[in-house]
């Protein structure tokens, strides 16, 4: 079938970028963006570009060029099903946070929910396509809720797991590695429907790099690369610690093993561990599922890779406090940077808000300046703990807007985020406003450390030793 109107369910991080960039490169498809959240859509409608509810460099151009022509937001849920030969399920799919699997498992109710509303609405046969992360065999029960609740139409499910990541989203959306659409292969209806969504991206993607699987092979690949991915990071923490203590220095490591073709160059920057939305969720899904079929050395294995990352971070902070003569109590702490990672104003599991929340606790006070994160956001993520009032959180951290400002007479800077910007401070100013000895904690390494500490900063850099 040729598809000439698509809609998506869900406009967030995943469904604005790359709807937006269908739309762009398939002019002669129709895509509408549906969400309940009413916000959301006037946010994605506003006539400031600015206010877009995702950054992402070149998303708002792209928004700019397609926005009714072919592209649309919309609330009109049910309409937008109505309309679409293949609806793509682009919802969150968040850690549950109650009942069974607390903590681990995905908690699948926004789906199943889109499975029932598709089902009521749709008056023809339809092609659903699983975009969100999922667990293994989902793609069954979605079958069972659109057939069994169904009009008599037929569905075809397909998996489209999306692997963008959040800060060059428009560019792996525009030139991905690959696009993976698994689907039921035993069944002409089935391939008929991989072909349909094979024939949507190949208005820009060579076909060698569009690659199709079974529905098993598709929805578990996902969280197979978001596991590798990860494991690489909390590989080269780990190293990062033993660097610290042996006097190596883990960006000099990093590239020593990364010249090796077998293991390759990314994914080995040292840090103060991973954030973002997806891979600790999506590593505590296949733990979960692991466990599930009573696969508990893989499940340990894999869990590995969030008790280091949980590690490091709270060695960031008790590092911090050390340095600090074992005190922070009182003192000021500024943090340059809030989101999980630069280019984003996403801050969904950054590592920040545990690092701060850490020395909240031993009482510090802490000035934040982040380049695109919203106060709002920087209140909300530190509320959403628990830990403490929110009267508490809004009296020991400060939001700033000036990065200078928040540097301003504090005893420490603790550079959570590489936003690029950062390196190009004037670092001497920023010394003569600190108090004495003027301590430097670089969280991600992106400051040079002979140039800091010629200022007259103690500078400490993740993964470098000074034995
Ligand atoms: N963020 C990423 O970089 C990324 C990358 C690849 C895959 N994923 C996966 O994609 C999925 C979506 O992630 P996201 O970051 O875009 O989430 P998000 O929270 O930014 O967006 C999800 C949107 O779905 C909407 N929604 C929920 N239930 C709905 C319903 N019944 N009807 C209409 N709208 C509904 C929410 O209001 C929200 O706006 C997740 O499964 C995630 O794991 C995310
Ligand atoms: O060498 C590295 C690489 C990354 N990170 C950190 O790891 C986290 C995740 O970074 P990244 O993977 O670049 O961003 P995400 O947007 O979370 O993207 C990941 O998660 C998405 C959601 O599933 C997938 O689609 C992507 O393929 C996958 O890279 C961030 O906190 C980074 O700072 C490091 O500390 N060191």
């Known amino acids: 079938m040729k598809i000439k109107n698509i809609c998506c369910i869900g406009a967030g991080y995943v469904g604005g970028p790359t709807m937006a960039v269908i739309a762009k490169q398939c002019p002669g498809i129709k895509v ?13 409608n506003s006539n400031n570009f600015d206010d ?18 072919n592209l649309f937001f919309s609330t009109e849920v049910d309409k937008a099903i109505d309309e679409a030969e293949m609806i793509f399920i682009s919802v969150n799919t968040p850690t549950k946070t109650y009942g069974k699997g607390k903590g681990m498992a995905a908690d699948l109710k926004y789906i199943e929910l889109c499975a ?24 069954s029960a979605i079958k069972s809720i659109l057939d069994n609740t169904g009009n008599g139409v037929q569905f075809q499910i397909l998996s489209n797991p999306e692997f963008l990541a959040e800060g060059t989203a428009v560019q792996d959306l525009l030139n991905p590695d690959r696009v993976l659409i698994g689907g039921d292969t035993s069944t002409k209806e089935g391939n008929e429907a991989v072909k349909s969504l094979v024939e949507v991206y190949s208005n820009w993607i060579p076909l060698a790099q569009i690659l199709t699987t079974n529905l098993w092979s598709s929805e578990l690949s996902k969280l197979t690369a978001n596991a590798f991915l990860a494991q690489r990071v909390s590989s080269i923490n780990a190293m990062s610690e033993i660097c610290e203590e042996t006097g190596a220095d883990v960006q000099e490591v990093s590239k020593a093993i990364g010249m090796d073709s077998r293991i390759g160059p990314k994914f080995l920057n040292a840090s103060v561990g991973f954030g973002g939305s997806c891979f600790q969720k999506d590593i505590l899904n296949l733990v979960y599922i692991a466990k599930s079929y009573g696969l508990n050395e893989a499940a340990d294995y894999w869990e590995q890779v969030i008790l280091i990352n949980e590690h490091q971070k709270n060695r960031f902070s008790d590092n911090i406090v050390k340095t600090l003569y074992n005190t922070v109590s009182g003192k000021n702490i500024a943090f340059l940077g809030w989101a999980f ?9 950054s590592p920040a808000i545990k690092v701060a929340d850490n020395l909240l606790n031993e009482q510090a ?25 929110e009267e508490e959180n809004r009296s020991l951290l400060k939001v700033m807007t000036n990065p200078y400002q928040a540097c301003d007479n504090v005893h ?21 406003n600190m108090q004495k000895p003027a301590f430097v904690f670089d969280g991600r390494g992106v400051l040079n450390k002979e140039a800091m500490e010629s200022i007259g900063f103690v500078y400490y850099k993740i993964g470098s030793g000074s034995k």
């Open 116 to 139: 029932r509303q598709i089902a009521r609405v749709a008056k023809q046969d339809k092609i659903v396509v699983e975009k969100s992360t999922l667990p293994v065999r989902t793609a």
């Open 365 to 389: 006070l802490i000035s934040v300046y982040d380049p695109k994160v919203i106060e709002e956001r920087i209140y909300a993520d530190l509320d959403y703990l628990n830990t403490r009032s």
């Open 52 to 69: 877009l509810p995702v950054f992402e460099p070149g998303l708002a151009e792209i928004v700019k060029e397609t926005r009714g022509r």
């Open 412 to 432: 420490a800077v603790a550079v959570l985020t590489e936003w690029d910007e950062f390196k190009d401070y004037d670092w001497k100013k920023i010394y003569a």
């Open 32 to 44: 509408t963006i549906v969400d309940i959240n009413e916000a959301r859509i006037l946010a994605w």
């Open 341 to 349: 990672k630069k280019d984003t104003n996403d801050t969904r599991e």
